[in-house]
């Protein structure tokens, strides 16, 4: 496949630049059998069955954005990908010139952070300072939302570009899909008999990259790591067993998903994945996948089209800038029933 057949126009006041009103304000476009269907997320209880189990990213985004400059002076901006541990850090460093190993960058605050050396395209940093790089970033960093957001993140998105389940720091995106929801919708899938269950996989920002190699399976995947709780594994038995659904929030709940059933069987545990998921993929566990419009090009493009089939998800995604939905990961919803 031809990354160009992934691709679609988008006008630019289609990319959401804040989030609706309240949580649950957006609209839901539902792709089920090859049709499509106008909704409101808050028709989503009318959408999920009695039985089926809804699976969560409970990640929490991290202050991942420092600004600074190179002992030399020059400005520098670094974006962390993964906390290594209580002092260490990979991170894009964006600079003029890249900064050697040794060299010390000073960032917001006052923090002093020492280059280590280089793996791939990340720089490895550590932190100086006495304190753990979590409460670092917490007191000195700025909210990561993604480039195409154009203003300053402020208040108001730290309270909405983080889900209301959001538990385990290490993302520096958030799984957008969950967004949408807040503890009353929780509460009425809840009501509903829908189970409710989680898996964690930090977010990195390898999610915004586009494709840039001309064929697909040219494309190297970036890598995060996520963990599978034995209470969700059970409760996907338990729904399966029953004649429910999986129903992924989010396409890195999906990917969470997907890479602990390579043997074929959904387990436990924790690990990293770079599993690309492309059409023609045969998916183990993912029977529903709520997910939020992706950009061009991109792997999450390529994911949806897999999932629900390219031809509708492209005409999808046509329909959708006809009909002036909302894109990205302040936007709209996409509700998507696995095609056969």
Partial sequence: MRTDEFDY????????????????GSRLLHLHEG?????????????????????LNDTRVIKARLLGSRESGGKIEVLVERVVDDHEVLAQVR????????????????????VLGRQGEFFHLRFEQDNDVYALLEQHGQLPLP???????????????????????GAVAAPTAGLHFDEAMLQSLR???????????????????????????????????????????????????????????????????????ASGELVAGEGETQIFITPGYRFVVTDVLLT?????????????????????????????????????????????????
């Fill in 35 to 55: 049709r499509l269907e106008d909704r409101r997320f808050t028709d989503l209880p009318q959408l999920l069955r009695t039985g089926d189990v809804l699976v």
């Fill in 191 to 261: 009501n509903k008999g829908v189970k409710v269950a989680y898996v964690t996989l930090h977010v990195g920002a390898g999610t915004f990259q586009p494709v840039r190699a001309e064929l697909v399976h040219e494309h190297a995947m970036h890598s995060e790591c996520y963990e599978i709780p034995q209470a969700t594994v059970d409760a996907i038995a338990s729904a399966r067993t029953a004649g429910g659904r999986v129903v992924a929030v989010g396409t890195t709940s999906l990917r969470a998903l997907e890479s602990s059933s």
């Fill in 292 to 340: 939020n419009f992706h950009l061009p090009r991109s792997t999450l493009l390529m994911l949806v089209c897999a999932f629900g089939g390219m031809a509708d998800m492209l005409e999808a995604y046509r329909y959708a800038v006809e009909q002036e939905y909302r894109f990205f990961s302040y936007g709209d919803a996409m509700l998507i029933e696995r095609k056969p």
């Fill in 147 to 169: 480039r195409y957001i154009a203003h300053t993140p402020d208040a108001g998105d730290e309270q909405r570009y983080q889900t209301v389940f959001a538990r385990e720091p």
């Fill in 95 to 114: 600079s003029s010139h890249a900064p050697k190993a040794g060299s010390i960058l000073n960032l917001s605050g006052g923090l002093m952070v020492r």
């Fill in 9 to 24: 126009s988008l006008p630019e006041r289609l990319i959401a630049q804040y989030p609706a009103g309240q949580r649950g």
